[in-house]
């Protein structure tokens, strides 16, 4: 039962649409299967590759490579402490060990209740704000041992449902290209000439 | 902008964390000021899509020739001329396909992120601008996936600009038609290296092409030609075309035009992301200067600094001198890279900060080259051993044979007085397709050669025991 439901098929469909070929739509739609379920299920991946045209194993071979794709339940909220140079130098890994044991368990662990995944991140692009982290790749900037409690205390007490949505969400917001506005995906085989703007007139 | 006693006093915004805004021309921030300067009507605003409506009203060929003689470089890495680059496909070869590098996990490096969370119009603007003038048929917008916020932003700004009429069939009722499509990674830095890219646009596990023969613009997206441009690169496209190549060519140096976007991070003041004017802003500037970093946490000494991201050989207050420019920081011994800035006061203990890096690149390594996949992990281990206090003197001399395996000859290293060393200048030979690999030796190296006491204190001497000695009859 963790094929794509009904709703997501068809926004899967519209998302292979766009590009020239289907293959292109693999990790937008491990995404929103990953959104739907929560991590990539065994029949998640032999449906996309259905939807895609490729073997299952294919989409299983994509999916290994990339970081964020979790194969199997994790925490309701992924905290992810970046622990490369700039972050490392202003104090990382004094955090971490703080939410250690804050949460109890260790880095990579997930707590009991369900609630927690703490992991080690590489740089997460906010190397000024330093030490940083992540929470379902949300940011919190300049963090303390103090703020990182507070954080953990206001997730668990689901008082910052609004600015951190479950893990496998990723972006609250969709592309959508309207109908009478798409040009179209440009398939090398359907495509074999100049654009129309390359007349060496001005375009306006 | 407050000034103070006559002095200039940087600016920063609770919208857009990290950015200081500072008193000298903005090209790709000029809206960052704005708290709502990711919309659309803030953006039509300030001049927005007025580059592209300049573009439009020439022949594309004449924008092209504008972006070549503006020399735009090339903002992710390589600093290769993003109009020379466009020149590169092969005749007659359609469709061409733009993609944007949005993958920005380059340790130090955050500029495009921001531009992508707080100006996502004027990136879109620029990547219009590009496949008008370089007829490129379709565009890839490849944001990072650990940036929710950005690819909110963005596909907010897409949905706006295409309901007006920027993107998609006849834009601006010209004949000038192209969509642009956002598309998210998830979580892999050898992503944003540009074969990697594409690979992984096509589905595939995001490994590195092999290089030459075919580089992108002859040969990428589904063996078209297609070209790869980093997100700041196309930011500075919108102001470029509105305000004329004399403009932009005015600020900065003939070989390094325009601006920059430097994030220094580590033990300074004021860390930040700044909008430094190219080619004449020097290490001592940034890192000193009251308009900048305001000089290093608690009034300690420097001591050393990586200069342009993570995999860049790293200088010391010797070099503090040299401008934002590529033609002086080469013959140095290191690179500009991504525009990044690490900062090391005297505090720092060298060996540790090296393997925060090391570590790095090796859990990145995509494993498929051979001398980074396993070279990677070695030059970790041993590294870690040594941190750990386990390692012996002969640990040091093996870190620099595994690095040799993947950079055979002279390493890049910067001069150094104290130490009577001469500068190697970059760039390095390699055994792999990308630099990750060589990525991982650097910061090894660096620390190795500029302060190999550090690791001298930490291991033992090792203690060769002859055969004879345990009890083998010979």
Redesign the interface.
Known sequence: MSRLNETNTKSAREIIA????P??????L??LSQEQNGYITREAMQHLGEL?G?TSAEVY??AT?????KFEPIGKYLI?IC????C???GANELMHHAEKKLGVNAGGTTPDGMFTLAH??????????PTL?V????R?RVTPTDLDNLIDNLRDGKLKDEFPPHGV?????????A???????D?ED?????????????? | MVRRQGRTVSKTYVHA??FVAGDRPKIVTSRFEFADSYTLERYLATDGYKGL?AA??????EVHEDVKSATVLGRGGAGFPAGVKWGLTPQ?V??R?LVVNGD???????K??LLMECDPHQLIEGCLIAC?AA?L??CFLYI??????A???V??A??EA??A?Y???N?????????I?????????VVGEETALIE????????PRLKPPFFPAANGL???PTIVNNVETLANLPWLLNHGVAAYTAIGTKTSPGTRMI?????VKR???YEIINGTTTFRDLIYGQEFCGGIRNGNALKAF?PGG?SAPWFTPDQLDLPFEASQVGPAGSMLGSG?V?V?DET?DIP??AL??T??YA??S?GKCTPCREGGTWLERILRRVVDGDGTDADLQQLLEVGAMICPGAFPHAANEKLGLQAVAFPYKMTTICFVGPSAFAPVHSALTLFRSEFEARVKKRVTIPVTAVGVSV
């Open positions: 766009k590009y020239p070929r293959k292109s739509a693999l990790i937008p491990l995404h895609v490729v071979g994509t490579f990339y970081e964020m794709f992810n622990r490369t140079m700039s490392a130098l202003m991140a590489e740089c997460q692009a906010a190397c000024t704000e330093a992540q379902n790749y949300r940011y900037l990723l972006s609250k917001v969709r592309q959508i290209i309207p009478d506005r798409a040009v179209g995906a440009k090398p495509v074999n000439e100049s654009p129309a703007w390359l007349d060496g007139k001005a375009a306006l | 964390p990290g409506r439009l009203s020439r022949p594309a060929n007659q359609w469709p396909y920005e996990s380059e340790p130090g490096t955050y495009d992120r008008y007829g048929s379709q990072r996936g650990e940036m929710a916020v690819q909110e932003r596909a907010a897409l949905n295409y309901a009429g993107i998609g069939k834009i601006l009722g010209s004949k000038f038609s192209v969509d499509i956002l598309h998210w990674g998830a979580g892999a830095y992984s646009l096509e589905g595939n596990r995001g490994m589904y063996g078209q994030a220094v991070s580590g033990h860390p930040g992301v990586v993570g990044a690490m090391m720092t540790a900060a925060t890096l570590h790095f859990h990145e995509c």
